[in-house]
T-cell receptor, first 110, second 116 residues
Framework: DQQVKQNSPSLSVQEGRISILNCDYTNSMFDYFLWYKKYPAEGPTFLISISSIKDKNEDGRFTVFLNKSAKHLSLHIVPSQPGDSAVYFCAATAGNMLTFGGGTRLMVKP | DAGVIQSPRHEVTEMGQEVTLRCKPISGHNSLFWYRQTMMRGLELLIYFNNNVPIDDSGMPEDRFSAKMPNASFSTLKIQPSEPRDSAVYFC??????????????FGPGTRLTVT
C-alpha cells in the first residue's frame, strides 16, 4: 500500500519555463512534507518542506503547495534551469519516519 | 562538516557471502536511518535508530539482515548470507530529533551492492 505516490515517473520542461511536480498521499496523519532532489550516484538532498498548518512555502525558485483536503502537494520550480535535472522525491512524515514517493525524473532542456 | 559518510561506495560479492555496510552520521545528529533503493520498490526504510537504540526495524526484509549502532558515530548494516535479490543501493541518513520528531534527514552517497 503506497501511502505517498508520484504518478508521473518523468517530466520534460524547457529551460526558463515552470516545472510542476506532483505528489499525492493517503495517510491523514502525515503532518510534515518534504521534497528531496537526487542526482545520479549521490544521495538525496533536502530541498524544501512544508508543515500541514501551511498551504505554501517558498524558497527562491522553489515553492511547495499543500492541499490538505485533496491530500496533494506540488513543487513548482520557476524558472527551470538545466541544473535542476534530477530525480525529485516527495516524502511525508507523522513523526520520525519518512515515507517516500517513487520519484519523478525531471529533465530541463536548454 | 563532512556530511554522512558511507563505505564502501561499491561492493560486488558472490551469493552466500557476508556483506557489511558502514555509516558515520553527522556529528550531533541523534537519529540514524538505513534505506534501500531499488527500481521495483523505490526508496524504502529498513531500520532507524534514536540515540543508538533501534526503534523500528519492520522494514528489514528478513533475518539475513541485521543492523547495529554501537555508538553515536557509527552504524553497520550486515547481510548474511547475501543473495542476488539484495542487489540495490543502500543509503544511510541522519537527523536531529526535535520535540515533534526528526524531519530533514541528510543522506550519505550510498553503497551500490551487487550480489552475483
Amino acid at each position: 500500500d503506497q501511502q505517498v505516490k508520484q504518478n508521473s515517473p518523468s517530466l520534460s520542461v524547457q529551460e526558463g519555463r515552470i516545472s510542476i511536480l506532483n505528489c499525492d498521499y493517503t495517510n491523514s496523519m502525515f503532518d510534515y512534507f518534504l521534497w528531496y532532489k537526487k542526482y545520479p550516484a549521490e544521495g538525496p538532498t533536502f530541498l524544501i518542506s512544508i508543515s500541514s498548518i501551511k498551504d505554501k512555502n517558498e524558497d527562491g525558485r522553489f515553492t511547495v503547495f499543500l492541499n490538505k483536503s485533496a491530500k496533494h502537494l506540488s513543487l513548482h520550480i520557476v524558472p527551470s534551469q538545466p541544473g535542476d535535472s534530477a530525480v525529485y522525491f516527495c516524502a511525508a512524515t507523522a513523526g520520525n519516519m519518512l515515507t517516500f514517493g517513487g520519484g519523478t525524473r525531471l529533465m530541463v532542456k536548454p | 562538516d563532512a556530511g554522512v559518510i558511507q563505505s564502501p561506495r561499491h561492493e560486488v560479492t558472490e551469493m552466500g557471502q557476508e556483506v557489511t555496510l558502514r555509516c558515520k552520521p553527522i556529528s550531533g545528529h541523534n537519529s540514524l536511518f538505513w534505506y534501500r533503493q531499488t527500481m521495483m520498490r523505490g526508496l524504502e526504510l529498513l531500520i532507524y535508530f534514536n540515540n543508538n537504540v533501534p526503534i523500528d526495524d519492520s522494514g528489514m526484509p528478513e533475518d539475513r539482515f541485521s543492523a547495529k549502532m554501537p555508538n553515536a558515530s557509527f552504524s553497520t548494516l550486515k547481510i548474511q548470507p547475501s543473495e542476488p535479490r539484495d542487489s540495490a543501493v543502500y543509503f544511510c541518513a541522519s537527523s536531529r530529533i526535535f520535540d515533534r520528531g526528526a524531519y530533514e534527514q541528510y543522506f550519505g552517497p550510498g553503497t551500490r551492492l551487487t550480489v552475483t
